[in-house]
């Protein structure tokens, strides 16, 4: 990816395969990536909140990151999570992802101390100067960093070349649809608008969205890549019965027992017991200290994929 | 602090002063340690949510843990947060920390991603092997990691040895109370509660809290002292007394205009601005990105340390 | 409407007009119902949210009920909200609907109260007893009234008779999505799906929703007609520009100056100026105790509405 | 009470009782009003969250009112709940309530429809001008209403002499404790801040609060009237070790299962299943749709009351 070329499709929020011992598995991770190439992803974002980039050291961020640089080998684009609770501390994870050879980085606001538009502001606004040509896109994410970023920021950040686009998680379609409408209306080019809503795409791509970064992309990326394509090319009810399919093939996170696990673990846990069962990755755990999925419920998942035409 | 030894008293959890280049400015934090000293307190706390400790890279944690160990000189017990997303990065922290020379190490549970309290308890239990001799308190407070620490899972940690009590931020004077009685049920010994409610100090020690961890301890350490005195001494006017003239210092947290800044900002920024019109710190300065004061924020401040007896 | 006759199409929810002395103004009510009908509405729904139904005594309750069903003779449906904290409460207020000859009724779960939806299952059921052969749907408006209706509840409640269909505020895209998609899957007929969130309304419409209730409805029904029936025509981007069209006039909510008054004042009270301002009703006051817009602000909503075509 | 006279004291929120086809049990309520009596209260207050009072039907509320009028016959003030979404409902409760006899009335925010402080300031002052000469009692409950009653506002309408008092149930004890300091530095007498919060009586006594509404105190009102009286003795030990038994007889809330119904169902089953336990009231269902306590669930409140020593 040049700096000039505007991100858009299916870039999928890559977990991050582990051993037994809690160490990254590189041949899972190789595997995985393999499979999002085949399956015609159009990018992969690593270190993300699906890619449990807050849980790992900072040791363990440099092997995935180095492990997909040379696993995609200029494919497609490569896009790194620095997610951290300050400037100081994403900085850091920016500098490493750059010295990895990413195409692009992925920031949220920062979090645990409450945060203020203004100082959001001035965070992207710092973190662009490490990141100098790279491009880097604004992360909206408020049930992990507690504020919302508005369309007038993200826009204004966008007219001064300090973000190149959103990844919209915030879950609030109406909102999203400002985003774009005030692209339009600020007649911004080159500025990309992403959803990361995996269960309403072909709705966000309908109203002008360019692309998805769907967790359960994990799982399927071929899905998703149909539903793409499909809308893309206006064909609605292709792109719908698609979605239809995914929104069911989706149920498997709520597989697991949830009074013994939290959302991200029975989520999580769910897209890597996928991957187990199809073969591409070698262990199903999530990181520590989430609670692993137990053998029923890795089991129960099997007929799920089999509905969904997984196998 | 020997490890048999309880917490207790006034440890009020230390801002980290910067220069005007954000670097740390070690004078600074070595001159408030002597402020505190002086004022009586019982133990210093470094590196929590009023130290930002989550806004400071790696190194800046250093200098802080350093600095703090070094200008304590055994005096008082020296605290160190070891706050992250994980972990697996608190659990460097806490390496970090240890090998500084702290007496003691305070943890929340992980945050951005969804925890479930089989998740904290393992995260807690993990943490404890880094820890080894080292005391660790299990720190509560919600509205920053999303999860409320529940008073049994932490007598349970108690009873097993893997914390040495809480710091309760919860500002939910129910459940700190819970926690109260259910040590004493348990009949559990050596287990500190301390609360991190600055303004509500005298009823929690009556109802048998052992000390206070006072944001606001920074700007008034002997008050917070006499008001702890005076409640240990079991005259509860003077303690009410000495609480509500702190409650009305706390108001300095208001002056800042919150359209143009965060509440953390504001708050810190405060304590901050009452420092360095004390003359202790040389910068009010808060952590980058936070907007700081601007000069009329700082100058309203003065009155209402003067009111409070403050010069 | 007979009950076999399933709900679609536009359904605004009314606002009441108010004279100067907050008494109910009947003759603005019958205006405002006549251009509703000249402009194509499918019904009309009086006393929810946007009808301040809450707001109004038992008495004006009843003049706004006899009013509507005069003034619309029977042309389309009329829906009427049966809203209150409780199932006797709201009772009263469906037999007081029932005797004015409503054709259908919306109610919510409980209020104020916290319920749970073995408690809300009860409230319908009991409801439907009251309700007979008149309609009733289930309005979920989580924000209002603190409860998520399930999609699995609102299922087994159709498949039983006691709902005909949902009235959807709750601004969840996936969760609606869901609804539709189990209502197919069960083979449900009969079950009306409407959306309350009036600026996605070509989304909604083309994953299977049946029609709308738009707040906004009020101001330009026609918009939304047009709206529908570009949609239900399979052209979706004269639906997506009419939509965007319709979003760009709701705009007309964030004129009001909200440090005065509060959210509902500023959204109910841009309707009502804008109803004001075509000259379809006399007085533009929202319920007692709401703040009323000022001269500036209904001024202010005048070019808002020569942008959308409104004159 | 006439109104020159301050509440103070305990006052509690009476349940209503009723027969096993939703009446309401007069011969019960009437007990219950003996027990308290019997127990010392300085107050009854019905109608209000633990009376159910938003589940009544207007006939079951004039039931209520003139049942309690009666019974207490002057001995003890009466307040009644006037909770409605509106000030123009919650004026025709007033009224009613004033019709009745009651000695005092007490009002919330407006709910259902999101609104702000100076809407609010509209509502009580309005009311105030049904209630003339009896005194009104703000009711601050943000967890069912949606608003926190700021103490600014509160003072405002104490000084202007709308409101008599505050009764606090937000569960805030910094908010209640700044109030109490803000009614002495405004030097504001007459005006009378009641705690709802029935755990934590001792500290709210001792910083000043005047009394308590404590739904628990159904069960146990001379534990109340003591714990009352040694605060006002000075007797803070006495008041905690009876606070302290108080707390843990709140534990009968516990007892039902909340996967089976909501909280409010659990704390008010528990409530009045104590009651029917202690042959006070002949029937422990609460208010249809409320889930009922089953059997085990009653006979497993017995042991609770006998360690509290309630036979």
């Known amino acids: 990816m040049t700096d000039s070329?505007?991100?858009?499709?299916?870039?999928?929020?890559?977990?991050?395969?582990?051993?037994?011992?809690?160490?990254?598995?590189?041949?899972?991770?190789a595997r995985l990536i393999q499979y999002q190439l085949t399956g015609g992803v159009d990018g992969v974002f690593v270190l993300g909140t699906s890619g449990?980039?807050?849980?790992?050291?900072?040791?363990?961020?440099?092997?995935?990151l180095e492990t997909t640089v040379a696993e995609v080998a200029g494919q497609v684009p490569v896009l790194a999570g620095v997610i951290d609770t300050s400037t100081a501390r994403a900085g850091a994870h920016l500098s490493a992802a750059l010295k990895a050879g990413v195409d692009a980085v992925v920031a949220t606001a920062p979090f645990y101390a409450a945060t203020h538009p203004a100082e959001i502001e001035q965070h992207f606004t710092r973190l662009a100067t490490?990141?100098?040509?790279?491009?880097?896109?604004?992360?909206?994410?408020?049930?992990?960093?507690?504020?919302?970023?508005?369309?007038?920021?993200?826009?204004?950040?966008?007219?001064?070349?300090?973000?190149?686009?959103?990844?919209?998680?915030?879950?609030?379609?109406?909102?999203?649809?400002?985003?774009?409408?005030?692209?339009?209306?600020?007649?911004?080019?080159?500025?990309?608008?992403?959803?990361?809503?995996?269960?309403?795409?072909?709705?966000?791509?309908?109203?002008?969205?360019?692309?998805?970064?769907?967790?359960?992309?994990n799982v399927d990326p071929s899905g998703y890549v149909r539903l793409f394509d499909a809308a893309s090319a206006g064909d609605a009810a292709t792109a719908r019965a698609e979605q239809d399919r995914l929104f069911r093939l989706f149920e498997i996170i709520t597989v697991a027992d949830r009074s013994r696990m939290g959302a991200s673990s029975a989520a999580l846990g769910a897209f890597k017991a996928g991957l187990y069962l199809l073969g591409v990755i070698d262990c199903p755990l999530t990181a520590f200290p989430s609670i692993p999925l137990n053998d029923g419920e890795i089991a129960a998942i099997r007929p799920l994929l089999d509905r969904a035409g997984l196998h």
Chains 1, 2, 3, 4 share one sequence.
């Not at 929020?13 to 598995?25: A, C, N, S």
């Not at 449990?52 to 995935?64: A, K």
Request: aromatic share 6%; no cysteine.
């Open 52 to 64: 449990e980039g807050t849980f790992l050291t900072d040791e363990q961020r440099q092997v995935v």
């Open 130 to 217: 490490i990141a100098g040509d790279v491009p880097m896109y604004a992360y909206d994410i408020p049930p992990r960093v507690g504020t919302k970023l508005s369309s007038s920021l993200m826009i204004s950040l966008g007219e001064r070349g300090i973000i190149a686009g959103v990844k919209d998680s915030s879950g609030q379609e109406t909102s999203l649809r400002q985003l774009v409408l005030d692209r339009r209306d600020a007649g911004l080019t080159g500025f990309a608008i992403m959803t990361g809503s995996e269960l309403t795409v072909d709705s966000a791509l309908a109203f002008g969205v360019d692309g998805v970064v769907p967790g359960l992309g």
């Open 5 to 29: 070329a505007q991100l858009t499709g299916v870039v999928p929020p890559l977990v991050t395969p582990f051993t037994p011992e809690y160490d990254v598995d590189t041949a899972s991770l």
